[in-house]
C-alpha cells in the first residue's frame, strides 16, 4: 500500500510538472557543465602551477586543499548531470544522498577555508607550515569523522524516497529540526559575510587614502584587493542560495507546482560555480 501511494504520488508529479520547470531543468545541465568544465580545468592548471613553484606557505597549503576540495565535488557532478539528462537515478540511494550531500559538505568547508585565508590577509597573520598544516589536517577530520557521518545518518532517511529518483530531499524542510538547522546555517554565513566585508572594505579604504593616488605600487592595498576576491566568490556564490532559503522555507507548503523546489536546485547549483575560483587564480585575479 505504501509503495503505491509513492507511485502514484510520483506520477501525479510528472504529470503536473510545469513547462517552466522543466526549462529550469535545461538550465541546471548548463550550470553543472560549465561547473565541470571550467572547474576541471582550473584544478589542472592550478595543480601544474603550484607544482611548478614549489611554495611552501601558508597559502599555498590552504589553496592546495581546496584544489583537493573541489575535486572531490567534481567527481559528483557526472552523476548529477547523469540524472538530469536521463531523468532517472540508477545508483541506488545511498549513493544519491552522497552525491546530494557532497554540495553542502562542499560548500561549508570552502567557506571555512575562505575565511581563514581572508583573516590570515587581513590581520597580516603569519603562521608556520606545521601549524597551517595542523589546523587544515583538524578541519578535515572533523569534516570526514564527525560532520559527514553525522549527517548522512540522518539526510534523506526520514522519508521513503523512489529509488529511481533523487534530489528530492526538500521534502524533509517541513521538519521542525530542519528548519532551525537551516535558519542557523543562515544566520551564521550572512553574519560572517556582512562583518567581513565591512572589515575588508573600511581597511581598503583606509590604504587607498594612505597610499593614493599610487595605491597599486603597494604590496599591502593589492593584497588585500585581492583577500576580497573570496568576499566576492561567497556573496555571489553563496549568499543568494541562503538568502533564497529563507522565502523557500516560509512558502514551501504553498508551492503547490513544484517551481520554488527548481529554483532552490539552481540556487543550490550556484553555489559549485565558486569551482571556478581556481580559473582566477590562473588569471592573476586571486594570485
Known sequence: ?????????????????PEASKRLHSILIVLYSIDLAGGTLGVIVMSHHLFQRR???GMTIIVINLL?????LLLSIPFRLSYYVLREWKFGMFACRLVSAMIYLHMYTTFTFYIAIIIIRLFQLEFKKCYTTTWVTSVWLVGALVIS???LSYYGT?????SSECFQFHQEIQETSMVIVNYCFVGILVAVCTVLTTVQLS??????????PDIYSHVEFRAQVKSFFFILVTLVCFMPHHVFRIYYIQNYNL????ELVSYNEIF????????????????????
Not at 500500500?1 to 501525479?12: A, R
Not at 526520514?158 to 523512489?162: E, G, L, P, Q, V
Not at 560555480?273 to 590562473?282: R, S
Request: glycine share 2%; hydrophobic share 40%; net charge neutral.
Open 255 to 258: 508551492d503547490k507546482d513544484h
Open 1 to 17: 500500500m505504501p509503495n503505491t501511494s509513492l507511485t502514484q504520488q510520483t506520477f501525479s508529479l510528472n504529470e503536473t510538472l
Open 55 to 57: 611554495s611552501q606557505s
Open 149 to 151: 557521518p553525522v549527517f
Open 203 to 212: 581597511v581598503i579604504y583606509r590604504l587607498a587614502v594612505k597610499y593614493w
Open 268 to 287: 543550490l547549483a550556484l553555489t559549485t560555480m565558486c569551482c571556478l575560483d581556481m580559473l582566477c587564480f590562473i588569471a592573476g585575479i586571486a594570485h
Open 68 to 72: 583537493v576540495l573541489h575535486t572531490l
Open 158 to 162: 526520514s522519508k521513503t524516497y523512489n
